[in-house]
């Protein structure tokens, strides 16, 4: 039976989101093909993430090592090159992250493998691979058949899918392979983690998220954009105007240009859904925009919009947030 593997991707003890998106990717590709879903990991300690991945996938594929306890790229490359050898997947998914885009390309070239990057879909079509990538900032999607290989591997986008575990839960089997490691990679090393500084925060990782555009109009106004945020339990973030001038740092910022979120509320105060902007919240569960013009692009992809001046509404939401708490206590 053919195989699809998908690289699972963990960082500090937690396996990441994009994992997760992958296999409900995968397995679909499965269903529809009739193939073996496996998910791969690698590190040190990592029988609850088996646990875990086996309500995704039929089948795990465990390699456990102490030298395996943070990513490297040179391991990862050696141990899944022989891997990727000995079961001949037909699909082979990483995550187009930090770790997918410096390993990809280098296990592709190992494999003399075709390879896809950033990829928003993918396909078979017959015994060829089918993938979907966004250009020119995400104005064209564009369809690309791979040539015809044993197996295919692609990267795929963060939060293009939305990961779903199969009812029943898959409850896969564990396989643990014996690590092929020898010796210590000293081409790469890993040194430390670098978290943000002192009052910076990840907004990737928030469940809530206020994100604020150049409808805002003056800095003077951020004030009241902040106590917003911190009324309603959110992040404040924010689209490229407002980085650019300086009245946010960088890590605020959402698009493809900055980062990719997926929180359960997005609330979008005087932005107007420029498709950069877009790319980079458009997979939040749900969407509520605030814009005085009627023909804001960002209404297209909300759930909710109010066409109004964000100023007539701020601070009405925020004694009303103020007004239902008071209730509950």
């Not at 090592?65 to 990513?71: A, T």
């Not at 022989?82 to 998914?93: F, G, N, T």
Request: aromatic share 6%; hydrophobic share 40%; charged share 25%.
């Amino acid at each position: 039976m053919a195989k699809i593997f998908v690289l699972a991707e963990h960082r500090q003890g937690i396996i990441r989101d994009i994992t997760f998106e992958m296999l409900t990717k995968a397995r679909e590709l499965a269903e529809k093909t009739n193939a073996e879903l496996c998910a791969v990991i690698l590190g040190k300690g990592i029988a609850e993430h088996a646990k875990a991945l086996a309500e995704y996938a039929k089948t795990v594929i465990t390699i456990d090592d102490p030298k395996l306890e943070n990513f490297n790229s040179e391991a990862y490359k050696k141990i899944l090159t022989k891997l990727i050898a000995e079961h001949k997947p037909s699909l082979v998914m990483l995550g187009h992250t930090s770790y997918g885009v410096e390993l990809a390309p280098r296990l592709a070239t190992a494999l003399n493998t075709p390879l896809a990057t950033d990829c928003i879909d993918i396909a078979f079509e017959g015994d060829t691979l089918a993938v979907t990538r966004q250009m020119y900032g995400g104005k064209v999607n564009v369809k690309a058949t791979l040539r015809k290989a044993e197996t295919y591997m692609v990267t795929v986008r963060q939060a293009t899918f939305t990961p779903k575990k199969p009812e029943p839960p898959a409850n896969g089997q564990i396989i643990t392979v014996p690590s092929p490691l020898t010796e210590e990679i000293t081409e790469k090393r890993f040194l430390q983690y670098v978290l943000p500084p002192p009052g910076g925060v990840d907004i990737t990782a928030a469940e809530k998220l206020v994100g604020i555009g150049r409808g805002i109009k003056d800095q003077a106004n951020m004030p009241l954009m902040e106590d917003l945020a911190k009324t309603l339990g959110a992040v404040l973030a924010c689209s490229r105007p407002i980085v650019d001038k300086g009245w946010l740092p960088n890590d605020r910022q959402v698009g493809s240009s900055g980062k990719t979120v997926k929180p359960k509320l997005y609330l979008a105060l005087g932005i107007s859904g420029a498709f950069q902007h877009v790319l980079g919240m458009k997979s939040s569960d749900l969407i509520i925009a605030v814009n005085k013009d009627p023909k804001a692009p960002i209404f297209s992809f909300a759930d909710y919009g109010v066409v109004e001046d964000l100023f007539k509404i701020v601070p009405s939401l925020k004694n009303k947030i103020n007004e239902v708490k008071a209730q509950k206590t």
